[in-house]
């Protein structure tokens, strides 16, 4: 009986353990084996740096514990030698390993950098296809609500809430912004988190290599609603994409200004919704924050600014508009009997057109071959390039070969 109890009593820690090892099971590992090819570089980066920075954490801890075991106070003959100081081969390997590693985490986060910037266009579709030349990309533009993602389809003129469904192998350009507060765009799938700020766009290239369900969220606080704040990223064929859209457009719903505006209200638990037709110039007058009828756009103050505004006159375009203590937008009527006839005149002419003006884009091309970023067919010391007609690869010509 004494027996049993011991037996039972070893293996309580072991038995503690059963619930952890349950919970694991149910561990989404979607960063590392994500769907997309930007986010499969980047899972490949954070593994290639775990491994890197092993190499030093490792035999630290295991020469800690041998350390620890070698010199314990049991031990009657330890290795001792009062007079020892210096070591070159130990100092070699104490500062040759860590530089080492120093310098290939560099190297690879240099790469990285460049070739993963969300402004650049993607270069290939995955690991053993380019883009084709004649690729269009697919243009998402998304909105950051509280608490929500409205997400709106230009070439399709369609809009849906909470929902983003993107056609497999197909480059993907979104244009991301926010209505009230700084979120974080993130679809560990798809590519890696960008910031969403209010009055600003962001860019974010990506490719979706595999057809499923997948979940997108927001990686920022962001206030009350914010842990219910999730999409669905649904991934189809070219064929099951055209069909969803034009069953979209079949439906019913008009996202104009005014519906606009009433969706931007602060609501948690949002359900999957969709709209059959967009105004064309939304999401422009969501970055240039003038969505609400009358009030003059971001990017025309900055074009009148930049000619050396408007004078006194200019005043009543900035009368209008307040903000409450939470950052919240109010407008508020003018006096009708506070503007001349000098003053009607001027903001009549200068604001006959209210249609927001988009900015000049930041995006950069992809390379045409990552080749020699990823050091592949460098020139080496003493050798010079050698390119026939129609080649675009560059063979390396000896000294000794013909020019």
Known sequence: MCNDLRLRSRHLPYLALLPLTALLSGCDWVVLNPAGDVARQQADLVVISTWLMLIIIVPVMALTVFFAWKYRAANDAP???????????????????????????????????????????????????????????????????????????????????????????????????????????????????IYAMPGMETKLHAVLNKAGQYEGFSANYSGAGFSHMRFAIRGVDETGFAQWAQGVRKGSGNLDRAAYLNLEKPSEKEPVRHYATVVSDLFDAVVNLCVRPGKMCMSQMMALDARGGMGNAGRWNLAALSYDKFGREEVNTVMPDGLTEADQVFIKAFCADNRPMTAPGMEVKAPVSTATLRGAGLVWPGSKPSVTPGDTKLAIATPNSAS
Do not use: C
């Not at 390993?97 to 240099?110: D, H, M, N, Y």
């Not at 990285?112 to 004649?134: E, F, K, M, N």
């Not at 909470?162 to 209505?179: A, C, K, M, T």
């Open 79 to 193: 290795d001792y030698d009062p007079e020892w100081s210096h070591s070159t081969q130990l100092e070699l390997v104490i500062w040759s390993a860590p530089l080492l590693i120093i310098i290939a985490l560099g190297a690879v986060t240099w790469v990285g950098t460049h070739l993963l910037d969300p402004y650049r266009t993607i270069g290939r579709i995955d690991q053993a296809r380019d883009v084709p030349a004649s690729a269009k990309p697919l243009e998402v533009q998304v909105v950051a609500l509280n608490w929500k993602w409205l997400f709106i389809y230009p070439e399709q003129q369609i809009a849906t809430v909470n929902e983003l469904v993107v056609p497999v192998d197909r480059p993907l350009r979104f244009r991301i912004s926010s209505s009230a507060v700084m979120n974080s765009f993130y679809a560990p799938a798809l590519a890696g988190q």
